[in-house]
């Protein structure tokens, strides 16, 4: 089942919330390279799906690190402050571990440990060029508030994206049950207004489904909506709450739970 985008562009994090890899950034084992982004692939990516796991290597580092003693971390918070970055990388490079605990804490949520141990990296970076400006004397404290808000955000808006999914392919599952059941009552293919009718949807939402439905016949997709593209769909209207005046679930739109039979229907005889 395709998933919408977990972020479009404008939710990306600035070069300078992200954190740093490459010359100077936290360490990482030998080939394991740059922790990839949720929702992108590496364009080199090994074939030996049998090798260590890139993440797992980078977490175990993290944890053997360790946060600097609390004099060298004043000293490193001053210099980053002050725009050093060597000193912002060291301290990143010292309190990664947090990051890994909290996203094995998270594990099973939505999101891969490896995605959680990203999101929270941003959090962290956040949280060293924030801290001097904060007022607050306690950096951990303040750090891990930052990682795991950060974790958090990103698997509410992951749970979204799947739930928008669902409803997207629920809706599709309802229009076809509709068109089939009301072929085979009336004898003929259901006009659109008869099937906004049955469904209780508006006829913009109808159309919308109805195209949907229609391409993914036309590609011959074993699941609906894995060619779209959720950005250049009006999420709000194809989801809108089936809902009476009343408040009360609307009814008719929702047909037995039995497999929705094949585009072509029953033959005619």
Request: hydrophobic share 35%; charged share 35%; glycine share 10%.
């Given at each position: 089942?395709?998933?919408?985008?977990?972020?479009?562009?404008?939710?990306?994090?600035?070069?300078?919330?992200?954190?740093?890899?490459?010359?100077?950034?936290?360490?990482?084992?030998?080939?394991?390279?740059?922790?990839?982004?949720?929702?992108?692939?590496?364009?080199?990516?090994?074939?030996?799906?049998?090798?260590?796991?890139?993440?797992?290597?980078?977490?175990?580092?993290?944890?053997?690190?360790?946060?600097?003693?609390?004099?060298?971390?004043?000293?490193?918070?001053?210099?980053?402050?002050?725009?050093?970055?060597?000193?912002?990388?060291?301290?990143?490079?010292?309190?990664?571990?947090?990051?890994?605990?909290?996203?094995?804490?998270?594990?099973?949520?939505?999101?891969?440990?490896?995605?959680?141990?990203?999101?929270?990296?941003?959090?962290?970076?956040?949280?060293?060029?924030?801290?001097?400006?904060?007022?607050?004397?306690?950096?951990?404290?303040?750090?891990?508030?930052?990682?795991?808000?950060?974790?958090?955000?990103?698997?509410?808006?992951?749970?979204?994206?799947?739930?928008?999914?669902?409803?997207?392919?629920?809706?599709?599952?309802?229009?076809?049950?509709?068109?089939?059941?009301?072929?085979?009552?009336?004898?003929?293919?259901?006009?659109?207004?008869?099937?906004?009718?049955?469904?209780?949807?508006?006829?913009?939402?109808?159309?919308?489904?109805?195209?949907?439905?229609?391409?993914?016949?036309?590609?011959h997709d074993e699941e609906l909506l894995v060619y779209l593209d959720p950005e250049e769909l009006d999420l709000?209207?194809?989801?809108?709450?089936?809902?009476?005046?009343?408040?009360?679930?609307?009814?008719?739109?929702?047909?037995?739970?039995?497999?929705?039979?094949?585009?072509?229907?029953?033959?005619?005889?």
């Amino acid at each position: 089942m395709a998933k919408p985008p977990e972020r479009d562009a404008g939710d990306q994090p600035s070069d300078t919330t992200r954190p740093p890899s490459g010359p100077g950034g936290p360490a990482r084992p030998e080939g394991t390279g740059d922790v990839v982004k949720r929702g992108t692939s590496p364009e080199e990516a090994p074939e030996d799906d049998s090798g260590p796991d890139p993440y797992e290597a980078l977490a175990a580092q993290a944890k053997q690190a360790g946060p600097p003693p609390p004099a060298e971390r004043e000293q490193l918070m001053a210099a980053a402050t002050n725009g050093d970055q060597g000193a912002r990388q060291a301290l990143a490079n010292g309190h990664l571990g947090w990051v890994a605990h909290a996203a094995e804490e998270r594990a099973g949520r939505g999101l891969s440990q490896g995605d959680l141990f990203q999101e929270g990296s941003i959090g962290l970076m956040r949280a060293i060029d924030e801290f001097g400006g904060s007022g607050l004397a306690d950096f951990e404290a303040f750090a891990r508030e930052r990682v795991v808000e950060e974790m958090e955000r990103a698997l509410k808006q992951e749970e979204k994206a799947q739930e928008d999914a669902r409803r997207l392919i629920q809706a599709a599952e309802d229009y076809q049950r509709a068109e089939f059941g009301l072929r085979t009552e009336f004898g003929r293919e259901a006009t659109p207004a008869e099937l906004a009718a049955k469904l209780e949807w508006s006829q913009d939402r109808l159309e919308a489904i109805a195209a949907m439905v229609e391409e993914a016949r036309r590609r011959h997709d074993e699941e609906l909506l894995v060619y779209l593209d959720p950005e250049e769909l009006d999420l709000d209207r194809l989801l809108e709450s089936q809902e009476d005046p009343a408040g009360r679930p609307a009814q008719s739109g929702r047909l037995d739970r039995r497999p929705f039979p094949p585009a072509e229907g029953p033959s005619r005889n």
